[in-house]
């Protein structure tokens, strides 16, 4: 190959090289899933290092990274991140009360509760989102998808396409609906239920569920916390009703009705009596005992046990003359 002609091809060489590299610059990747590569990863309201931390990530975690300024990529902000807006611009929900709606336009979501804190968002008149809480006067909210954090990109992985992220957001918010509804079922439980044995089985049931089906998931801790308290308020509940029941429990008996004399007058008014023996103390609210004193008589009411008594106390509400 002549001279010329070598010239010529590297020539061209050259061009189609820097022709594709300032292509490869030019493009703009796709949004794609990135996975953290460590513990304790700061997330941080901007991209650098002078931007406040709003959270951390372990390794693992999935991210969804939309764009990328030096080092630093730009994700979808994580929905357990702290985001604030002020109470002036959000009015709870009249049929959720977890719930907010966005009362005005172009509304900052904020990394902290204050304008001194960095914008990661906004949201539009109108727009619903999930409360995590009330502080002073802002309230904490979880993500949005108008809402967006930085990250390092040494501590990010190219995991796959979006669809992965997506689909693991599905189950995330399987998840979270799971844990939404055990806790309506715990407010149940202890509101509206009418029934004098309170029962919490229904709702340790599921918080167990989800502890077990999704160990993994960030629900878990908190489904297996709130599992052991509701079984230690139910045990004591069952220990309390069965003492309640035991307190309150109706009996009937029938004897011979006697004054029980002033060593008895606090606990007692009257005594039931068969033959020579003290078969229950009585005492009454409503009635006149000593209308039946020396009758043989039948009784009903409330049994009152005593710790420091042999013989119970039945407080009468009802007494009839027996021939």
Known sequence: MSSIMKGIFFAVFFIFVVYLNCFAIGVKRDVYTGV???DSVNVRSGPSLNFEIIMQMDKGSL????????????????RNCKAYVHKD????????????????????????KGLHFNILG???NGSKVMLAAK??????I???DNCYAWVNRDFVKDY???DIYWEHEKSAKKIENLFESAIETERKAFVENDEQVLDLNVPIHKYQSIAKKYPDSAYAKAAKHKANSLKEINVQGNVLDSIRRKLHQRVEAEGKLVDAGRLFSNKATHKLIKGKKVIYYLKSN??????????????????????????????????????
């Open 36 to 38: 953290i590569t460590t």
């Open 135 to 140: 502080e002073g006067d802002w309230y904490r």
């Open 89 to 112: 611009f959000l009015e709870l929900d009249i049929n959720d009360g977890s719930y907010g709606i966005i009362s005005g336009d172009s509304v900052n979501v904020r990394a902290g």
């Open 142 to 144: 979880f993500s949005d």
């Open 160 to 162: 796959g396409n979006a």
């Open 286 to 323: 409503t009635l006149n005992l000593n209308d039946f004193i020396y009758y043989k008589v039948r009784v009903s009411g409330e049994l009152r046990e005593s710790a420091k008594s042999k013989v119970s106390a039945i407080i009468v509400d009802h007494i009839e003359k027996l021939n």
């Open 63 to 78: 991210v969804l990274v939309e764009d990328e300024s030096k080092h630093w990529y730009k994700i979808r902000i994580p």
């Open 122 to 124: 906004q949201l539009n």
